[in-house]
Nanobody, 117 residues
Framework: QVQLVESGGGLVQPGGSLRLSCVAS????????MNWYRQAPGKQRELVAW???????NYADSVKGRFTIFRDNAKNTVYLGMNTLKPEDTAVYYC???????????WGQGTQVTVSS
């Protein structure tokens, strides 16, 4: 079965940094778009960053200049680097893989990021 395994969440002070990792099944990693979503309590799920199999990258306005998405094809892993973290970044972060036609996708279990002093 296809699996996405996330790690790297935790508690960090405002202004700090974290790096999230998502290890995906080899069968999908090379051809799927990889996305990072987040969802805070009482809020809609938000797409924060994504990278296509061709390397095209986009970010939500709320994280531009602070977050960086990148992938290591040899390790079937996509990362989300998060810098200058703010309390409003607190959320459960989810890794998602989506195929080019948008008809098949997979989700990780989520990892909690809490930004608080």
């Amino acid at each position: 079965q296809v699996q996405l395994v996330e790690s790297g969440g935790g508690l960090v002070q405002p202004g700090g940094s974290l790096r999230l990792s998502c290890v995906a099944s080899r069968s999908i990693f090379s051809t799927f778009t990889m996305n990072w979503y987040r969802q805070a309590p009482g809020k809609q799920r938000e797409l924060v960053a994504w990278i296509t199999s061709a390397g095209s990258i986009n970010y939500a306005d709320s994280v531009k200049g602070r977050f960086t998405i990148f992938r290591d094809n040899a390790k079937n892993t996509v990362y989300l680097g998060m810098n200058t973290l703010k309390p409003e970044d607190t959320a459960v972060y989810y890794c998602n893989a989506l195929n080019v036609m948008g008809v098949e996708d997979y989700w990780g279990q989520g990892t909690q990021v809490t930004v608080s002093s």
